[in-house]
């Protein structure tokens, strides 16, 4: 293994960092905890946009923002190489200013030279489902075109300030996954009868410009800067060897595959510029420039799971075992799905999410949590053979370094971290850490893999 291996973690700005007082908010924050709505809601808010009373986890997520400096240390004596963390454009930008608000810029620097302290490599996501509320308020998110202005104003701002000490930037969290909730990835509502696709391919087409201009500006500032998008890495078998299932699993892959091809490539694929062309989305001479021009470095990809695609609509795959939360647990999907993406684009490939999300139980200040080590390490395994398999990974972090407020579901007891938060589904709770079994056997694996051992 490469010395230089970022073995690492996640975390995310809208799920940890809390300190509402000093923001504004983002599109999560109005989103309440529900199992069966939550999800629903993260692609159309309806009446959440009015803002109603009621118990809104994201506000105070798991007080990161108070926490930073014992938390890092904690990170720390895991042994951390890196940590990507989202930093918050609505702490940034409060509303629809030019000005940055400095308290904001300085909590990221001392985030930032916390992390250097302990020789962790920060790794910055620019938005984490957690755009400000006030662009979907006033422009109705990146389905307008003057977000993208926006967003190079803020990224400007933010890569000028931190680019002496953050070498890896990320644009967007999973991308794709605005192929689902449009509003928390796009920050777009629908209105009246609006065709859902053509709006979500113009939310698109405004992102992934978003996504060239961050490439531009980091190599404009700093050539040596790297910069990629996460995508969601969550292929499909075809379920049985119908031609008509192998079809539909096809169809599956270019709903993903017809961003990423666009950030890596710079060129849109014939589906989707027969797509753009069908809904009246304009390829615009000047941006085809930028497009080409400045294109990723590498790909983040999250990979929690696989799918079935099936021509009938099923959605199981009676072969896999399945988390408590009904997410596949597919080890050997992670090696396939690498091979995959390098095959097509061979860049250098970041994993920034992989984990398992679970019901713990806190004993005595201890987390025997023995199944999270057992999925961990086989998909260790399993991107090591895809190294193997010659397949460019540049790190592997997990999700997450510590538990945080889940996103599908708004919960706290949907657990993913390494570091046990005390904190409650109705917020009850000390926010007292707890470092869990899998901690120190991360700490381990750390040192081996790295050869400090
Ligand atoms: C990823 C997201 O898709 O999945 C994270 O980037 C999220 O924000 C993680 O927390 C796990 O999903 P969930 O819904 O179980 O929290």
Known sequence: MNKDFLWGSSISGGQC???????????????????????????QPG???????????????????????????????????????????????????????????????????ELKKYNIEPIITT??????????????GFVNRKVVDLYQHYVHTIVNRYHD???????????????????????????????????????????LLGNA?????????????????????????????????????MKEERRDTRFTDVMVKGIFPYYLRKQCEEYGIEIKKEDEDIFLNHTLDFIAVSYYKTQVASHKGEKENPLLEKTPFGWSIDPLGMRLMLNKMYERYEVPILIVENGLGTFDKLEDGKVHDDYRIDYLSKHIQQMEMAIEDGVEVIGYLTWAAMDVVSTSEGMMSKRYGFIYVDRNDDGTGSLKRYPKDSFYWYQNLIKEKSGEK
């Open 47 to 113: 009446h959440y946009l009015d803002k109603p009373e009621g118990f809104y986890p994201s506000q105070k997520g798991v007080e990161f923002y108070e926490n930073y400096k014992e938390d890092i240390a904690l990170y720390a004596q895991m042994g951390l190489k890196a940590l990507r963390f989202s930093v918050l454009w609505s702490r940034i930008f409060l509303d629809d200013t030019l000005e940055p608000n400095e308290d904001g810029l300085k909590f990221y620097d001392d985030v930032i030279n």
């Open 17 to 43: 960092e809390g300190g509402f007082a000093s923001r504004s908010e983002t599109v999560v924050d109005i989103i309440p905890q529900g199992k069966e709505t939550r999800f629903q809601y993260l692609n």
């Open 213 to 249: 201009l961050l490439v531009k500006t980091c190599h404009d500032i700093d050539p040596t800067l790297k910069v990629g998008c996460e995508v969601a890495g969550s292929p499909a078998y075809p379920l049985t060897s119908s031609p008509l299932d192998y079809q539909e699993m």
């Open 165 to 207: 000490r953050v070498k890896y930037w990320i644009s967007y969290c999973e991308i794709n996954v605005m192929n689902h909730a449009l509003y928390m990835v796009g920050g777009t509502v629908l209105k009246g009868n609006e065709d859902r696709e053509q709006v979500l391919l113009q939310c698109a087409y405004h992102k």
């Open 127 to 140: 938005i984490h489902f957690d755009m400000p509320l006030w662009i979907v308020e006033k422009y109705n």
